[in-house]
């Protein structure tokens, strides 16, 4: 069974599933709004200020095609949907059930809010400075913030407002920015007292810039992952790669220094981090592997269960525990691509096994 957190007003305690509890909803409300935008943006800010981001599902119309009821949801509500046969990126729905009616009575002569389901299948968010939907702006927010100001000068001012530590690079003939590098302060902290593990990832496409975005993620002691610091860059390259960890390396003065990095297999950030960080052990993860293997290979086999019988022989091969049992599983997995796959063998076992078999690691 699914945890279920419903939001009271005495502290926004935490109810369980099949508990009962007497509390009235932060949701519930006499108040007569004059229309469902008024509603909902009631619900919006109550939502904000109890870690909730509030969308609309759907609404209904009356007979003479009129708005008069609004249905909204947690943003976490629904499932993902996608014809996509590559599953592309994340998502952050979990079906929660969470839900508020508004709807319009001709008696009151205005809208009223309507608590249907006061629960919750997920954590609540704890802050919400940075959520991808209440970051958005409104219309009369942009022009009140980036008036007289370029979106650079904007955004460096809030990384100075917030405290956070932050370089940049120019390029020296156009003497544009290139690079920038940032790190929150409670990153800068946690990053001084748990230096050992790095985590390196580079994702394409999720910004407004289609920038190179650099995700370095750290591991405490008691084995959660933190973010360290963020970086866009312009190019995927091995110079971008190495100003990048060069700044990182510079948060840690007078600290130790990493021991392992584990990133993708980028050979230009790989080299960076053996300028950089030449002592630390350098790892892939298994995990984007598979799904390097999984673009390049899958399309080679037929439909049925040939695809199926790959993925057992690959996983044989990454997760041997010894150097007899890899020289088995790798003879395995030679024998049954040979005759009918053999550009796949020769994808993986020379892009992959040959050079790095040694670096696998589940992340």
């Known amino acids: 069974m699914v945890k279920s957190v419903k939001l009271t007003g005495e502290g926004n305690s935490k109810v369980g599933v099949g508990e009962n509890s007497s509390n009235i909803s932060v949701f519930s409300t006499d108040k007569i709004f004059v229309s469902p935008d008024e509603l909902k943006k009631w619900a919006e800010k109550n939502g904000r200020e109890n870690g909730v981001v509030i969308v609309t599902e759907r609404t209904k119309k009356n007979a003479k095609g009129e708005v008069n009821k609004i249905f909204l949801m947690c943003d976490r ?81 809030h990384l100075d407002d917030k405290g956070y530590t932050h370089d940049f690079c120019k390029n020296p003939s156009t003497n544009a920015m290139e690079d920038l590098f940032f790190m929150h302060p409670t990153s800068y902290n946690m990053f001084r007292s748990f230096p050992h593990v790095l985590i390196i990832d580079t994702t394409y496409n999720t910004n407004v810039y289609k920038l190179p975005f650099v995700q370095i993620v750290g591991v405490t002691s008691t084995y959660k992952t933190i973010t360290i610091a963020l970086s866009f860059i312009a190019k995927e390259k091995e110079d971008n790669f190495r100003w990048v960890l060069t700044r990182l390396k510079k948060m840690l003065h007078e600290c130790m220094m990493p021991r392992v990095i584990l990133t993708y297999r980028d050979l230009a950030l790989i080299n960076a981090c053996n300028v950089v960080f030449p002592d630390a052990a350098k790892l892939l993860c298994r995990w984007h592997i598979s799904q390097n293997i999984k673009k390049h290979c899958k399309q080679s086999f037929a439909k049925g269960n040939n695809w199926e019988f790959f993925e057992e022989l690959w996983s044989s091969v990454v997760f041997s525990p010894t150097p007899a049992a890899y020289e088995y599983s790798h003879k395995r997995l030679r024998d049954g691509l040979t005759r009918k796959h053999k550009r796949v063998f020769e994808y993986v076992n020379t892009n992959w096994l040959v050079k790095y078999k040694e670096m696998f690691v589940s992340a």
Request: positive net charge; proline residues 1%; hydrophobic residues 30%.
């Open 77 to 157: 509500g629904g499932v993902y949907k996608s014809t996509a046969k590559v599953k592309r990126s994340g998502t952050i729905k979990t079906d929660c059930p969470f839900q508020l009616v508004g709807k319009y009575h001709d008696g009151y002569g205005g809208w009223m809010l309507q608590v249907s389901r006061d629960a919750h299948n997920h954590e609540l968010a704890q802050h919400m400075e940075g959520h991808s939907y209440a970051m958005r702006l409104t219309g009369e927010q942009k022009i009140t913030i980036f008036q007289g100001e370029s979106h650079i000068e904007v955004l460096f001012r």
